[in-house]
């Protein structure tokens, strides 16, 4: 977790010392003041509800691999691969009601050694965690967090057959 943050402190540092906005993230396209270092705070500010009200908890999960997933320059290549492999087995076996879940098959593969490097899309989704940021209950904060997810795993299109195969060899 603290490394992830030093590396959006570097990179926001060293893209806006050649020229890029200071309020802009460099890596989801938000717009927000602090850029990068401010978006990775603003998500664990919005995470953090879940320790006042537990209800919070299974919906972050899914903000958890949309910012991941939308902030790749930050995270070990086995973060995207795992947090894409996550989604996939969400969307396409309709297990959206176990969102809060970190399935046993997830640990055990995340343990397994070979894992590939995915190249990041470069549009990584239309929502990103300013666009939660807005929730008023934990049900708005649910279904924007389901949104959210929905539209970055969308964005990551060109590796779902790689985490079908995946996920077939997984749960065999
Ligand atoms: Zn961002």
């Not at 050694?113 to 934990?138: F, N, S």
Request: a negative charge; one cysteine or more; proline letters at 5%.
């Amino acid at each position: 977790m603290k490394e992830s943050y030093a590396i959006a402190h570097e990179l926001h540092a060293r893209a806006v010392a050649q020229g890029a906005r200071s309020d802009v993230c460099l890596c989801c396209g938000a717009v927000i003041v602090g850029g990068l270092p401010a978006c990775y705070e603003l998500f664990a500010e919005l995470g953090a509800q879940r320790y006042i009200d537990p209800a919070y908890a299974a919906p972050t999960l899914y903000g958890v691999d949309a910012h991941a997933l939308q902030h790749p320059e930050i995270h070990g290549k086995k973060n995207n691969a795992a947090h894409l492999l996550r989604l996939h087995w969400l969307f396409s076996r309709h297990e959206m009601a176990r969102v809060g879940e970190i399935p046993r098959w997830w640990h055990d593969w995340l343990n397994s050694g070979d894992i590939p490097l995915l190249e990041p899309p470069r549009q990584r989704g239309d929502l990103t965690v300013m666009d939660v940021a807005v929730a008023h209950c934990v049900d708005d904060f649910a279904r924007l967090m389901e949104a959210w997810a929905r539209s970055v795993y969308a964005a990551w299109d060109a590796h779902h057959a790689w985490a079908e195969a995946e996920l077939r060899r997984l749960l065999r």
